[in-house]
């Protein structure tokens, strides 16, 4: 136990003793076999079943009557509900223990939702997370807080701040950490006022000489930035990190829209109290709101990570959006202007919101910091998941979020980002099993050969063996993860990949898989894809 821990005033809480001992044994059934597959073939898809005729010595199963219900939006912030109150299958509190995971990040009850201000100070990495303390369902958001020494083994820590004053009576909302003068910390974040008006607060450490952080202090010149003309008061969060230009000032940007076009507005501020709106940093018509805006530089060779106000020769800039309207994460690549105050994307066909996605999976919400301690990016996501909430409640806890990766840019595309796996995950790995020179012919499955009752990191290889073969393949540019037809539909290229929560007769399944696709002017593209319908 870290000697910072055993000094501190207040209550820490360690995570299960099971991710100390023997990482990937908490949760035994999270893949009961795992299967490498390459071109699958089309088979029956799995209708979700209502009522079944139980077998002999089976529980019956009544039918349940669904009702959509909403958690968030009408409050002024992206649904936060699967829309089923009732489950359609009556799970038992065993079954739905499985799902707590042994590598990523959860709270030990209750609710959570975006990753907020992360960062890193005196030796600890911090986690904060919207958290509604009293429920499994969104509501009541206060800042939940936790700290680590490897981003893999966390101590919960008290509640960092709670929805007590008037311009946050309705919920402590997303907000980012900058690193001032001196190692200075602030933390800037939405918060709903009494009259649920999206306003910008701020905060400091009551006692910076505390390495875990564990009281905050809200300023007295709060709300510090209001939605100033033209944003409709619900439409204004998520404010990012700062950054120091040349000139001395600092910026910072927040989401919003007008009409249907989502925007980032970028303001400057020499104190973090008082600020002038510049300019509008960047916009993309008919994309709706944006919210959890992240914008960060990547050095255009190698991996290392860049602080935030990193600018100049040999960086380009990365912009990403939560988009409220599908609720997915869209970013693109460019370069920043700072006399202009204006993020130009490289290529305006890969525009936020027209082209890339952070992750095309169960993913939101996310936010990046820079780790000084090993320069490099970090990014964070939140994973919202698809049980009801009549289930969230019997199992008492909802979300998780994303293993933590590092991020750089490609530069071998010069057109994405490249993410991967923290190192520190490696720890976690026990039992190596290797499966190597495997030839997949289309529409076979190989079967790994995992036993039950185990959690797979899992990092595979694909080749294509005929490159001649590939540069013949003719044309297929409306290709996409949601019209492609899943892992059923049948491509040269595609799909090929894992089907993971397999059955041995593959009658249930994930597919996580690649269809690469060639345009009609000769380039090549890969989507990663997952398959939710069997």
């Not at 990016?377 to 698809?386: A, K, M």
Request: proline share 5%; aromatic share 12%; glycine share 10%.
């Amino acid at each position: 136990m870290s000697k910072d821990l055993e000094e501190a005033a207040g209550p820490y809480v360690a995570l299960s003793d099971d991710i100390n001992k023997t990482p990937g044994v908490r949760c035994n059934r999270i893949y009961r076999n795992a299967i490498l597959c390459v071109f699958l073939v089309a088979v029956a898809l799995c209708g979700k079943a209502i009522y079944r005729k139980p077998n002999d010595g089976e529980r019956e199963e009544q039918p349940v009557v669904e009702y959509v219900i909403s958690r968030g939006h009408v409050e002024g912030v992206s649904e936060k509900s699967v829309g089923v109150s009732f489950s359609t299958y009556p799970w038992t509190i065993a079954e739905l223990s499985w799902q707590r995971t042994g590598f990523h990040f959860q709270t030990q009850a209750n609710w959570m939702n975006d990753p907020n201000g992360p960062l890193v100070y005196k030796g600890w990495y911090h986690f904060f997370y919207q958290y509604n303390p009293a429920s499994a369902v969104w509501g009541n958001i206060t800042w939940g807080h936790a700290v680590s020494k490897d981003l893999v083994h966390w101590f919960y820590l008290d509640l960092a701040m709670v929805p007590d004053r008037w311009y946050d009576i309705n919920g402590v909302w997303t907000g980012s950490a900058t690193f001032l003068a001196n190692e200075t910390l602030v933390m800037l974040y939405t918060g709903s006022t009494n009259e649920s008006v999206q306003v910008q607060n701020l905060a400091f450490p009551e006692d910076p000489s505390d390495p875990l952080l564990r009281k905050w202090v809200k300023s007295e010149a709060n709300p510090v930035l209001v939605p100033p003309k033209g944003i409709g008061t619900k439409d204004f969060r998520d404010p990012t990190t700062g950054w120091i230009g040349e000139d001395g000032i600092w910026r910072i940007a927040i989401g919003s829209k007008v009409g249907k076009t989502g925007v980032t507005l970028v303001f400057k501020t020499k104190d973090f109290v008082e600020y002038e709106q510049e300019n509008i940093l960047h916009s993309v018509n008919g994309t709706g709101m944006w919210e959890c805006v992240d914008f960060f530089p990547v050095a255009v060779s190698g991996i290392a990570g860049l602080d935030t106000s990193a600018n100049g020769g040999g960086v380009k800039h990365v912009l990403k959006a939560s988009f409220d309207d599908d609720r997915y994460d869209y970013y693109a690549i460019g370069t920043y202007d700072l006399e202009k105050q204006r993020f130009i994307p490289d290529d305006p066909a890969l525009d936020v919101g027209l082209g890339l996605r952070l992750d095309y999976g169960k993913y939101y919400a996310s936010k990046s910091f820079y780790d000084p301690l090993k320069q490099r990016r970090i990014l964070w996501g939140w994973v919202g998941e698809n049980d009801s909430e009549q289930d969230d409640l019997r199992k008492g806890w909802a979300s998780l979020q994303t293993v933590p990766r590092a991020v750089w840019f490609d530069d071998k595309t010069k057109a994405n980002v490249i993410q991967w796996p923290i190192e520190e995950i490696d720890q976690l790995r026990s039992v190596e099993l290797v499966v190597e020179n495997e030839l997949l012919r289309p529409g076979s499955v190989v079967e790994v050969g995992a036993t039950d009752g185990v959690q797979l990191d899992i990092e595979v290889v694909f080749e294509f063996p005929d490159a001649a073969a590939i540069e013949e393949v003719e044309g297929d540019s409306v290709y996409s993860c949601s019209n492609g037809g899943g892992a059923a539909g049948r491509g040269v290229l595609g799909p090929f990949g894992l089907l993971a929560l397999a059955e041995k007769n593959l009658t249930e399944q994930t597919a996580v898989y690649f269809y690469v696709a060639k345009s009609a002017d000769g380039q090549f593209q890969t989507f990663f894809c997952h398959d939710e319908t069997r």
